[in-house]
């Protein structure tokens, strides 16, 4: 056995029926096939600031922001550090003029326009009111017919 596998590194903690239901919900509702125990890791990561740490595990986006990346890491099937590392990279290879459209930016688009193919395009980061409007905006028998 070794030292990574010894139970020096291993922390237990007793938690109630209702705080391990929360930490369940909030697995599920992440969506993203993690288990508690990686919810846990990534709550002590922010907590301390650990060296290497994603921005948002060091508290550095807004809460509206992360919840932006964290729909981006759902659509793109990536982990959320994943996609902002590729938001910097396209950052960087925009002023580096190596692109004119940020690789992440096309995959996302590839994304919304194969899922969204016979609706309207409503992005995941959209309001509920700007979704209803691009629904409506789509609707049928609103189309004009090109006769």
């Known amino acids: 056995m070794g030292l990574i596998d010894s139970k020096s590194y291993q922390l237990r903690v007793r938690i109630t029926e209702e705080e391990r239901n929360h930490l369940e ?30 921005t948002a595990a060091s508290g550095v986006l807004t809460p509206k922001t992360q919840a932006q990346v964290d729909q981006l890491a759902v659509l793109l099937k990536r982990e959320p550090r994943q ?9 960087i290879d925009l002023i580096e003029l190596k692109c004119e459209v940020p690789l992440i930016v096309m995959e996302t688009r590839l994304h919304l326009k194969y899922h969204n193919r016979n609706e309207a395009q409503v992005f995941p980061w959209s309001t509920a009111d700007e979704a209803a409007a691009a629904a409506s905006a789509s609707a049928p028998g609103d189309e004009k017919s090109a006769s």
């Open 25 to 54: 919900k909030l697995r599920v509702e992440r969506g993203r096939g993690e288990t508690v125990s990686d919810l846990v890791r990534e709550a002590i990561t922010q907590l301390g600031g650990k060296p290497g740490a994603s």
């Open 83 to 91: 996609v902002e590392e590729a938001c910097v990279e396209g950052i």
